[in-house]
């Protein structure tokens, strides 16, 4: 019988292993982001924006939909973190697609975090990340956009629910 953290690791190596190209369309990061909210709170001498209420926002292939998101930009006003908060009972939630011949990768989470110069995403609490046919589940899910990586983690505390642990299918290229 095999210990939670081996399984755990071993789902982590198999989940690295077994993800398919997710470089997202290169035209994305050029185009202009648009969004609407019910709330804008902008600060430009922090740099931050942060939208509420029914957030809905675009750039290319990549929708992001939140009850909250807050927008960090850098030195040189590039957009470098997005952090989307679900709220209502829903979570928050990111589709892009990968590349012109694939399929819409899509996650979700009660926190979704973007990190722009890095090309990652962080799926945190009820994380769930659909690419392709295969699904990945977990109370985190990071997805590396360029090193073409997922991983994912458990919930090491576990609630009344019981714990989020590391579930995958992966399912095979000739199934319908």
């Not at 939670?4 to 077994?18: D, F, H």
């Not at 926002?57 to 807050?70: C, D, K």
Request: hydrophobic residues 35%; negative net charge.
């Amino acid at each position: 019988m095999m210990t939670r953290p081996l399984t755990t690791a071993l789902a982590c190596a198999v989940l690295g292993l077994a993800s398919h190209t997710a470089l997202a369309l290169e035209s994305d990061a050029s185009q202009p982001i648009e969004i609407a909210a019910d709330q804008l709170d902008l600060d430009d001498n922090a740099g931050t924006a942060v939208y509420t209420g029914d957030v809905d926002m675009q750039q290319g292939s990549m929708q992001l939909t939140a009850a909250r998101v807050e927008i960090e930009r850098d030195a040189q006003g590039e957009v470098s973190k997005v952090t989307a908060h679900g709220g209502g009972g829903e979570r928050a939630y990111l589709e892009q697609k990968p590349a012109s011949d694939e399929p819409i990768a899509k996650g979700w989470g009660d926190t979704v975090i973007y990190h722009a110069a890095e090309r990652r995403v962080e799926l945190i609490d009820n994380a769930e990340l659909h690419q392709a046919r295969d699904t990945f589940n977990g109370a985190y899910v990071e997805y590396f956009l360029d090193r073409r990586q997922v991983q994912a983690r458990s919930d090491d505390g576990g609630d009344e629910d019981g714990d989020q642990r590391v579930r995958m299918t992966l399912t095979p290229r000739d199934s319908e």
